[in-house]
């Protein structure tokens, strides 16, 4: 610690500044007078010498991540970032950033549609997964759901007949599962599930699900870590309607009335 820092530091023996400074401890990062440290590694260390995504996955889990887990979890945030103004996330955005607000904005707005219809199948997909692991058998698991819903997170899609995001990302857990980097029970679920259903294929939240849940992330992160993926697509889509000088965007084109009920 610096003597600066040592001049900040809260009296030992509590009282009002040790108490202010217990309200917000945290392990994730200590910022001082010269000093920044994420998850006690100092920021200068870092810069220039880790990913992204291991950045990422060092703010949330406490650790470094092995360079093939990594590789994995970039897989799945790059698959993830876009899906053109189909996607409520991107349109909203584009239609912010019209209306004169900054990109802060428009982004936070893309990233406030991320619920549970539209962009929580992932996380819904990592707690299906883990009750098939938990149940041992699939068939049963998916009777169960069926009885409530016949949707199943992370399986059809309103676009694709076959998500093309599918299969390069599988493949690479089946890579990773035959290296020894993740165990592939959670793979091994989403196969059985998804011939369970067949034809019905897997889509990319299903996919998605897989790497994180097979990474050992608990299945809201995997909500966290699709908005982290998606708002790349909503900036991309925000900043490029800036550009067009477009007022006021409406969901449809002005020449389009909507019909009368």
Same mark, same amino acid.
């Given at each position: 610690?610096?003597e600066?820092?040592?001049?900040?530091a809260?009296?030992p023996?509590?009282?009002?500044?040790?108490?202010?400074?217990d309200w +917000?401890a945290?392990?994730?990062?200590?910022i001082e007078?010269?000093v920044?440290?994420?998850?006690g590694?100092?920021?200068?260390?870092l810069?220039? =010498?880790?990913?992204?995504?291991?950045?990422? +996955?060092?703010?949330? =889990?406490?650790?470094?991540?092995?360079p093939?887990?990594a590789?994995?979890? %970039?897989a799945?945030?790059?698959?993830?970032?876009?899906?053109?103004?189909?996607?409520?996330?991107?349109?909203?955005?584009?239609?912010?950033?019209?209306?004169?607000?900054g990109?802060n904005n428009?982004?936070?707005?893309g990233v406030?549609?991320?619920?549970?219809?539209?962009?929580?199948?992932? %996380?819904?997909?990592?707690?299906l997964?883990?009750?098939v692991? /938990?149940?041992?058998?699939?068939?049963?698991?998916?009777?169960?759901?069926?009885?409530?819903?016949?949707?199943?997170? /992370?399986?059809? @899609?309103?676009?694709?007949? =076959?998500?093309? =995001?599918?299969?390069?990302?599988?493949? *690479?857990v089946?890579?990773a599962?035959?290296?020894?980097?993740?165990p592939g029970a959670h793979?091994?679920?989403?196969i059985?599930?998804?011939? *369970?259903?067949?034809?019905v294929?897997m889509?990319?939240?299903g996919?998605?699900?897989?790497?994180?849940?097979?990474?050992g992330?608990?299945?809201?992160?995997?909500?966290?870590?699709?908005?982290?993926?998606?708002?790349?697509?909503?900036?991309? @889509?925000? +900043?490029e309607?800036?550009?067009q000088?477009r007022?006021?965007k409406g969901?449809?084109?002005?020449?389009?009335?909507p019909?009368?009920l």
């Amino acid at each position: 610690m610096s003597e600066r820092a040592k001049d900040a530091a809260p009296a030992p023996g509590g009282g009002p500044e040790a108490e202010a400074a217990d309200w +917000w401890a945290t392990a994730v990062s200590r910022i001082e007078p010269d000093v920044i440290e994420l998850r006690g590694q100092p920021v200068q260390e870092l810069i220039g =010498r880790i990913s992204f995504a291991e950045m990422i +996955w060092l703010m949330l =889990r406490g650790g470094r991540p092995d360079p093939r887990q990594a590789a994995l979890l %970039e897989a799945a945030l790059v698959s993830s970032v876009d899906h053109g103004p189909h996607a409520p996330s991107i349109a909203v955005a584009r239609m912010a950033v019209t209306c004169g607000v900054g990109l802060n904005n428009a982004v936070a707005t893309g990233v406030n549609l991320l619920g549970d219809v539209h962009g929580g199948a992932g %996380e819904q997909c990592v707690g299906l997964l883990e009750e098939v692991v /938990g149940d041992g058998d699939a068939a049963a698991v998916v009777a169960r759901r069926r009885a409530r819903d016949k949707y199943l997170p /992370g399986f059809g @899609h309103r676009f694709h007949t =076959r998500d093309p =995001r599918r299969d390069p990302l599988l493949g *690479l857990v089946s890579e990773a599962v035959a290296a020894g980097v993740v165990p592939g029970a959670h793979l091994r679920a989403a196969i059985e599930v998804e011939r *369970l259903i067949a034809p019905v294929p897997m889509n990319i939240d299903g996919a998605t699900a897989v790497i994180y849940a097979e990474l050992g992330f608990p299945a809201p992160l995997a909500r966290g870590l699709f908005v982290l993926s998606r708002s790349v697509g909503i900036l991309a @889509h925000a +900043w490029e309607e800036a550009g067009q000088g477009r007022r006021n965007k409406g969901p449809i084109p002005p020449s389009i009335l909507p019909t009368w009920l």
